[in-house]
């Protein structure tokens, strides 16, 4: 049988709920496809600054490193809003994609039939929608140096930081859009800001060159302000959009927001080699923490990617998938998606009505 | 009588339309009240390029800083996108904001009761929704230094930008955005990336600090990220939001397509003194230039902002904009807001009506 090792970092608020359930989900679709999975758990986030000092333990990387892919939870928290930058959970996030070199995130934002309903968008608006964000991870803003904080010629306080890409950056980020866009509809939207900003101009510049190494791929470029516009009028002119750390971060969240399900949506993070990462978009939600109300498909889903992209067991992914639509077919809601006329459940009983249909 | 000088930059695509119609409407509204206002029209973008090869020449940014107000039609067209970065229209418009020194960015979403269903978002959503962005518009990413081309120490090609802000960037401009929530319902909401960008973190402790100045503004802060995802979610929890000259570029944009007629939508750029800027949020359109097919309300609403913000006649602001309620309330729409039942008009002739009801 096959075998692989996964770290499963549970994370802060309802993160440890969620992927409780997502690895009994996990364990069950690889038996019933003879892959067998190993687990070791691990600490990052709030809950690993709380015990360890740190938001993410040399410990947590390395078990990382050494295994075949990450799941993880949610991490952050009020909690630790105010600790020093170095310390706050989002920075142990941010070590934790930059240490395993996952570069390339994916984030489908797609409305599913069955919870069309959930959108703000208007109906005609909102059906179909089925949208892959290429958001880069590993550069621009969120890396870039110099950062800080300094002092101006005028003696004033300033924070500062860099925004830049290289071209080597932007080419591997692009094949990686480009591929995905093959494997969809065929059409890739490149989302900057090069009107105005120069490492936007190196970005549009290296993405139209690759286009002529996938002339089946039909490539467009949009600024981000329009981007952000026309995921509002018209979301399903969208097909792939590849776009840089910072404007990847929101306009994924943007479009994942029009499905009206954030706690559907999965993604992964994958790099040249290497283990991937997985995780729900969806944060750490303190406010029904350990309440079991979270919604644990985003992170059921995010497994079963975690099986196609980051193991390449296809079947067991698609196990798990069909297993999402048919629980939803039967009726069950979490309270973020409840409607009248559908059975309201909690995270466990969701996910034992998945594993029954696995 | 009191006389003002109004510089028209009327710019590219439809700018010239729209301007023309504007001009005419400010000028009748101006003479009820007893106000003169004399004209003087200018080249900026593409157009001033064409003519003088530079997007912005001296000859304008003297004529603008000269006058007590500048109205703005567009900037911009495919011609020019290929232009040198310092040659392209949309420098010339960041040049001519620096040079004016207008600093703060003030963007009104509303949703009009006459086009609640021009929204893509459910009526029930979209309706009542009254947004005031307040955007800083000289600073940060947009022209930040250092920025430009060069190449790393393993000789690729990067492109990189500085975003940085100082305490009395961050101060000056938050003022004004309490301010204006003060003449609103009270409430600001800041919107940042804090948990990842050291500009952002100053961002927030400046206007942390500057709340207690306001004690009657009920401050709150969001990760952008998170604002791009409300604004779809339910824009009715935003009254005034001020952030970031790039950050409010992207949500500026996403809240004005949000009320589904951008057709509609004046800005205002003011400073600490001189000269306002004030022009339309939509762009210059090249694809229907010339035909007489403009909606020129978004440039009519900004003659009225100019004459509130940038001279102090609120009786000639209020007539305009009571003019504008008037004419959609006849019934007239250009094709951008048109719906069955309405009678659709040009631009020429849009402006007549308001005119008539002025
Ligand atoms: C938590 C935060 C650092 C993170 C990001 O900005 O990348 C999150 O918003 C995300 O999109 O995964
Ligand atoms: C044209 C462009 C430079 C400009 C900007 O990014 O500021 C525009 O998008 C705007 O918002 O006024």
Redesign the pocket.
């Given at each position: 049988a096959r075998s692989y090792n996964i770290t499963l970092l549970p994370g802060d608020g309802i993160g440890p709920e969620v992927v409780a359930v997502a690895k009994d989900v996990l364990s069950l679709a690889g038996a019933l496809e003879g892959v067998e999975l190993r687990f070791q758990e691990k600490l990052v986030g709030g809950s690993a600054f709380d015990a360890t000092g740190v938001p993410l333990p040399d410990e947590t990387l390395d078990a990382a490193k050494g295994s075949d892919a990450v799941l993880l939870g949610a991490i952050g928290g009020y909690k630790w809003d105010n600790n020093e930058k170095h310390l706050k959970p989002e920075t142990g996030l941010l070590q934790l994609r930059a240490g395993l070199g996952v570069f390339a995130n994916l984030r489908p934002a797609a409305v599913l039939p069955q919870l069309v309903d959930a959108s703000t968008l208007k109906k005609e608006v909102a059906e179909g929608v089925d949208i892959m964000v290429v958001r880069e991870l590993t550069g621009g803003i969120y890396f870039g140096k110099p950062r800080g904080f300094g002092t101006n010629d005028k003696g004033e306080d300033i924070g500062f930081n860099t925004e830049v890409y290289s071209a080597s950056e932007i080419d591997r980020i692009a094949r990686v859009a480009f591929e995905v866009a093959r494997k969809r509809r065929g059409k890739l939207c490149s989302v900057d800001?090069a009107?105005?900003l120069e490492a936007s101009m190196l970005w549009r510049k290296r993405v139209t060159a690759l286009a002529s190494e996938f002339p089946d791929i039909e490539l467009s470029h949009m600024?981000v302000?329009n981007a952000a516009m026309q995921l509002v009028r018209n979301p399903k002119q969208f097909d792939t959009i590849v776009t840089n750390n910072i404007f990847g971060d929101i306009l994924s969240d943007e479009a994942s927001m029009i499905t009206g399900s954030i706690g559907m949506l999965p993604s992964a993070s994958v790099g040249e080699s290497g283990p991937g990462l997985f995780e729900p978009i969806h944060g750490s939600a303190p406010d029904i923490a350990g309440q079991d109300k979270a919604n644990p498909l985003a992170t059921i889903l995010s497994a079963a990617m975690l099986l196609r992209y980051g193991l390449g067991e296809e079947n067991a992914a698609k196990r798990i998938e069909a297993a999402v639509t048919e629980t939803l077919n039967h009726g069950f809601r979490t309270g973020d998606i409840y409607s009248p006329g559908t059975t309201l459940v909690g995270c466990k009983q969701m996910g034992e009505e998945v594993l029954k249909t696995v």
């Open positions: 800001k009107n105005v600024y302000d």
